[in-house]
């Protein structure tokens, strides 16, 4: 049963609560972020205004969580076709980079969900950092057995906060997808180097 702010939800509360982050996602895809307004979304969720305030404080915070759906289903698709490499380093660099190409095919929506978790917002903070942690597990399934785990923790945490900058640098249409690849192919090289994954 889904929780939020620390209150189980029932399973009708969780479904109403589902279509509307769904209804985000579809109106952030279709126009960006500022076509997504809560009016747009209730209704084409088919709550009332109201409801929607009942789970998410502000348009930031359902767009951030919004973000989590789009991250859990990738990493649900990472766990059906798990990372491809001979290396650590190389099954990382494939999981960054189908996200990657997750957000190319969708960049209105990925663009409005970035703004929002940059937006200042508390709530979206919160859930900005719950998508910062599935990230980090979807890269620790890339390393093998035998890694340290203290060593894994401290990569996959330091490689998430490459990501998410670079990516704040894509969503403000300062650099393009490619560049972002090249900078966390970077990063990933040198926090892990074929001799040092298993300390």
């Known amino acids: 049963m889904t929780t939020f ?71 649900r698709q990472v766990g059906r076709r798990p990372p491809r490499g001979d290396t650590p380093a190389e099954r990382v660099t494939d999981v960054l980079g189908r996200a990657l190409r997750a957000l190319g095919s969708s960049p209105d929506l990925a663009a409005a969900v970035i703004a929002a978790q940059t937006s200042g917002d508390q709530a979206a903070g919160v859930e900005q950092a719950r998508t910062t942690a599935v990230m980090i597990r979807m890269l620790a399934g890339a390393f ?45 090289r040198l926090l892990i180097p074929d001799d040092s994954t298993t300390r």
């Open 144 to 188: 093998p057995a035998g890694t340290d785990p203290e060593v894994r923790a401290d990569v996959t945490r330091v490689l998430g906060h490459v990501w998410f900058s670079c990516l704040i640098v894509w969503a403000n249409g300062i650099r393009d997808l490619d560049w972002v690849s090249d900078e966390v192919c970077v990063a990933t």
């Open 5 to 75: 702010e620390g209150s189980a939800l029932t399973e009708r509360q969780a479904a109403r609560r589902q279509r509307v982050v769904l209804a985000a996602l579809e109106l952030a895809a279709e126009g960006g972020y500022d076509a997504v307004q809560m009016r747009d979304v209730a209704t084409r969720a088919g709550v009332a205004l109201g409801t929607i305030y009942r789970y998410f404080t502000s348009k930031d915070h359902l767009l951030a969580a919004a973000m989590i759906e789009w991250v859990e289903d990738l990493e």
